[in-house]
């Protein structure tokens, strides 16, 4: 068989960023047929393929590739859908360049084979073509109770409906989704995407119940006891937000991240005819360097924002992924390195109007094995603002914890599991995602999700 010996995957063809800059449209247009097939072609299909060991679900990289090059899409598809429930969104969240990208053998001599790229060309090929529901599972009558609607929520219902389990899933807001809706802007991920996903979850038979804060509403031990669910899965997430707790942060113009992610992403508050309020600022500071600070900024100059990231380290040691960072560079957002806020200043009617930051130098390597940020003693600079967004993490809400007997938690709030299986201190009771690990990657929640599902299943049978 003759391969494609380029040494460069295909670029993957976008909107030019002065033009994207200023719409919520998805930045990424994906590859043609023509292109996937060329991609595909560059796959040396491995007998012992690395790429695999890199998937925090274990799809089978080379096998569903040798369906594209045999133009069968659809087997494509429904071997990526046997590890994983949520293709379209992987294919364009999952930061591969750092999983199975990063193992991939073609990458010694060159780029990888851009497996990402395929799985979205596969999936968006899939909801084009096929109008044909999933089989629904025959029920083994048992009853399990999901948590939380986010990638790893939805990992869980999706396997464990499979396998012919009764699942509900719970959700606190009033759309599914979880982070996939609140928290990743519709320029990355449109929400049609994910509504799909959940409709197909939904055709196995999976049940979703909006408006349900699991801790207020109804508790676990109800749900155990009184609704008759034989096992739980939190997936409840990490929504509360960490601040600085400098001078000024309650100033009106300061959000959370997750805040202002949440009224533009769920509220659609970009829009001229959205009920959701928020600020069209003039100029804004992103304190933070993750994805979310790199989603809240292209989200600003979107609303017509001078937009600058303020962050303590250097480029170097941005943790957000590679192409989330140059496509906010391409957008005109400006990168304030080696700074760290001291304080928000504001005017008489408590509007923020500028933010101080101390400079920065980086000495010796910490925990994360990144240089630590030292301040330069009397060097400051004040950066004029009307807007500050605070992207710093999240932690877990604690409110299943505070409300749930004999579950053990971290002292930050995570909940403690078992690492083999998801189970948690309480009998029957499992977790996993960001309610476990603090904020981390959708694709780390859905490994998380599918490894509580099996050990769900061998507890109950």
Known sequence: MAYNKSLEKNPMPSQEADVRNKNFNEVALGYTEEVALDEADRCLGCKKPTCVEGCPVNINIPEFISHIKEKDYEGAYQEISKDSSLPAVCGRVCPQETQCEQLCVRGKKGDPVGIGRLERFVADWH??????????????????????????????????????????????????????????????????????????????????????????????????????????????????????????????????????????????????????????????????????????????????????????????????????????????????????????????????????????????????GRRRPVPIEGKTETLDVDCVIMALGTNPNPLIKDTTDGLDVQKWGGIIVAEETGATSREGVYAGGDAVTGAATVILAMGAGKTAAQAIDEYLK
Do not use: W
Request: charged content about 30%.
């Open 127 to 368: 909801n084009e073509n096929v109008s044909e529901k999933p089989a629904k599972p025959k029920t083994n009558g048992k009853k399990v109770a999901i948590i939380g609607s986010g990638p790893a929520g939805l990992t869980c219902a999706g396997d464990l409906a499979r396998k012919g389990y009764e699942v509900t899933v719970f959700e606190a807001l009033h759309l599914a989704g979880g982070v996939l809706v609140y928290g990743i802007p519709e320029f990355r991920l449109p929400k049609a995407i994910v509504q799909k996903e959940i409709d197909t979850l939904k055709d196995l038979g999976v049940k979703v119940e909006t408006d349900v804060v699991v801790g207020r509403t109804i508790t676990i031990d109800e749900l155990m006891k009184e609704k008759g669910f034989s096992a739980i899965f939190i997936g409840s997430g990490a929504g509360l937000p960490k601040f600085m707790r400098i001078p000024g942060e309650n100033f009106k113009g300061v959000y959370s991240a997750n805040e202002f992610l949440t009224r533009i992403n769920l509220m659609k508050a970009y829009k001229d005819d959205s009920s959701t309020p928020i600020m069209h600022p003039k100029r804004v500071a992103v304190v933070g360097g993750g994805n979310v600070a790199m989603d809240a900024a292209r989200c600003s100059k979107r609303l017509g924002a001078d937009v600058t990231i303020v962050y303590r380290r250097t480029d170097a040691e941005l943790p957000a992924r590679r192409e989330e960072i140059e496509h906010a560079k391409e957008e005109g957002i400006d990168f304030h390195m080696l700074t760290s806020p001291i304080e928000i200043k504001g005017d008489d009617n408590f509007m923020v109007n500028s933010i101080v930051c101390q400079k920065m130098e980086l000495g010796e390597p910490d925990d994360s």
